[in-house]
């Protein structure tokens, strides 16, 4: 059984840093891809990054690009979101997700297409 485990989120300031970790288990097949979306009350889930660890392909959600950045873990069993100069409209409950097979950046704005989810963590971000 696949279960990803979120950990990292809290409470910032305006400008400041914070790293998400999300760590995988139960994953049978060789190569997935892992995501990172985020969800504010009311409103859709939506992709921020999405992770090949086969290929090592990375995309990312515009409005993060060049502020959030996916470090490498060799063993890939850990996915990280690394979170700089935040912004208050960053704040939002932050989910990993996985799914084998084939993804796209499209799907950053589909996030059905992600069978396994973690449980979230919470980021906020004041000025």
């Known amino acids: 059984q696949v279960q990803l485990m979120e950990s990292g989120g809290g409470s910032e300031q305006v400008g400041r840093s914070l790293r998400l970790s999300c760590v995988a288990s139960?994953?049978?097949?060789?190569?997935?891809?892992m995501a990172w979306f985020r969800q504010t009350p009311g409103n859709q889930r939506e992709g921020v990054a999405i992770f090949s660890t086969g290929t090592q392909s990375i995309y990312y959600r515009d409005v993060v690009e060049g502020r959030f950045t996916i470090p490498q873990d060799g063993a890939k069993r850990t996915l990280y979101l690394q979170m700089d100069t935040l912004k208050p409209e960053d704040t939002a409950m932050y989910y990993c997700a996985a799914v084998a097979g084939y993804c796209s950046r499209a799907w950053l704005d589909v996030p059905a297409m992600f069978r396994h989810w973690g449980q979230g963590t919470q980021v906020t971000v004041s000025s």
């Open positions: 139960g994953f049978t097949d060789r190569d997935y891809y």
